[in-house]
């Protein structure tokens, strides 16, 4: 194996490693419309992807204050903490987060890491 992967063929496979991974991953954009949700979002919250990706985090966060925590996030950067979501089938899901601003082709987007925890 090279020593050095070709950056296009790691960010290719982190995606594709992240994507399936049994974890929590979301991204959104700065008017909190998901773009990209991993497998283990799908089946942690048990909406199809198609469903999840016509969602905004206000949507899926139980918290009344989403608005002002997302707003928050992105004049800092990044967050920290925890959140209930709302699965499909009414249950809400403890998870601990963390939230962070990236970029692609100089557009901002959001990515955030769940945990479920039990409480």
Do not use: F
């Not at 020593?3 to 909190?32: F, H, K, W």
Request: with cysteine.
């Amino acid at each position: 194996m090279p020593e050095e992967i070709e950056p296009i063929i790691q960010a290719t496979l982190i995606g594709d490693a992240v994507a399936s991974a049994p974890y929590v991953v979301l991204v959104a954009d700065e008017n909190m419309h998901y773009l990209a949700v991993s497998d283990g979002a799908c089946e942690l919250l048990g909406y199809s992807r198609a469903d999840l990706l016509r969602k905004t985090v206000a949507q899926i966060v139980e918290e009344s204050d989403a608005d002002l925590r997302y707003r928050r996030m992105i004049g800092e950067g990044s967050q920290r903490g925890r959140i209930g979501l709302r699965a499909s089938d009414g249950r809400v899901i403890k998870a601990i987060y963390e939230a962070h601003e990236t970029r692609v082709s100089k557009l901002p987007y959001y990515v955030s890491v769940l945990i479920p925890i039990d409480e």
